[in-house]
């Protein structure tokens, strides 16, 4: 079983998409996972007639393949409560308007479905936003009536945009993070139930994201197994002392006074060699795009031991069991 390791491409956007395929073919990746806010422009790609070809023409020069579009920031614009944020993550022209940036990310994102399919792509990576996450602690009281309201409230802005992915044969993978609706266990499996477990909505698996909440990286992906669409490979390093909360002190990334950081792989506590084991269980085939989410460390050296540490966990299962020769007729 082949899965190719993949490179998420949005933590590099200071890097043109030409030199961040020459650094990644040379350390070993056999594709990117394309940002549309760094290196895959929608605009460019639906408007201008070359662009695509050129893209495609870059990625080959490398030996590379795109198996992923990343719409992360336009899909939070979708479905959060706005807050000065969120400007950073829109045309800048809509800067402090609500109701206009919603607008432009939710045609945005179909504008995006159209774009990946002109580029071969069958997944979309990214987030739904979320008007609940602002209420996330009870306190003041959050009613039932509140939480309804708000899964009835994304539903409503997504189910048009489903659509759309429905249309042209493409899966959005919602990456399970803080700040989203589908945060957790119990939180995806019913944003799940709330879109009636419609094919277009699976899963971008990143066990980062699991494991500093407490959640079981290995008992997720196996009971969410036929919904994961993608996985991503980010680490997640606990320090658990006398002062450090879960919940990071407004401390930045990287500060090693924090309960938890993240980390280049094989510097956390993830269980790699257990999810693997998961993935060729369940048959998936998909890429491990790395992610690299690691301020302590040096960001090319963190994608070359991400990449070495994850191409040596990347095992096929057996076709023989150990014990076989032992077995009576």
Request: hydrophobic share 35%; proline share 4%; net charge negative.
């Amino acid at each position: 079983m082949k899965r190719p390791i993949t490179l998420a491409s949005g933590q590099f956007g200071d890097m043109d998409l030409e030199s961040l395929c020459r650094m990644a073919s040379a350390i070993g990746y056999e594709g990117l996972e394309l940002a549309s806010h760094a290196h895959f422009n929608v605009t460019e790609a639906l408007e201008t007639e070359d662009y695509i070809p050129r893209v495609k023409e870059t990625l080959e020069k490398y030996h590379l393949n795109c198996y992923a579009v990343s719409a992360h920031l336009t899909g939070q614009c979708v479905g959060d409560r706005w807050d000065p944020r969120l400007d950073n993550f829109a045309p800048g022209e809509l800067r402090g308007q609500p109701e206009k940036i919603r607008e432009w990310a939710v045609e945005e994102m179909k504008r995006t479905v159209i774009a990946a399919s002109k580029m071969g792509v069958k997944v979309i990576t990214g987030f739904t936003g979320s008007p609940l996450w602002p209420w996330w602690y009870s306190y003041p009281q959050t009613t039932g009536k509140m939480i309804e309201q708000g899964y009835e409230e994304l539903c409503e802005l997504w189910n048009p945009i489903f659509d759309v992915f429905d249309e042209y044969g493409i899966r959005f993978a919602l990456e399970v993070h803080p700040t989203e609706i589908a945060f957790d266990y119990y939180t995806t499996e019913e944003l799940l139930k709330r879109f009636r477990y419609r094919p277009a909505l699976g899963i971008n698996y990143d066990p980062s994201h699991l494991v500093w909440q407490g959640v079981n990286e290995l008992t997720f992906l196996r009971d969410f197994r036929e919904r994961i669409y993608h996985v991503h490979i980010k680490d997640v390093k606990m320090n658990r002392n006398d002062r450090a909360g879960i919940l990071g002190s407004h401390l930045e990334f990287g500060d090693t006074r924090r309960g938890w950081n993240f980390v280049s792989v094989g510097h956390g506590n993830v269980d790699f060699d257990g999810i693997i084991r998961e993935l060729n269980q369940m048959g998936y085939e998909g890429p491990l795009s790395v992610e690299w989410e690691d301020s302590g460390m040096e960001r090319e050296k963190g994608a070359r031991e991400s990449f070495q540490y994850i191409q040596k966990m990347n095992f096929s299962p057996s076709e023989i069991a150990f014990d076989a020769a032992l077995k009576q007729e």
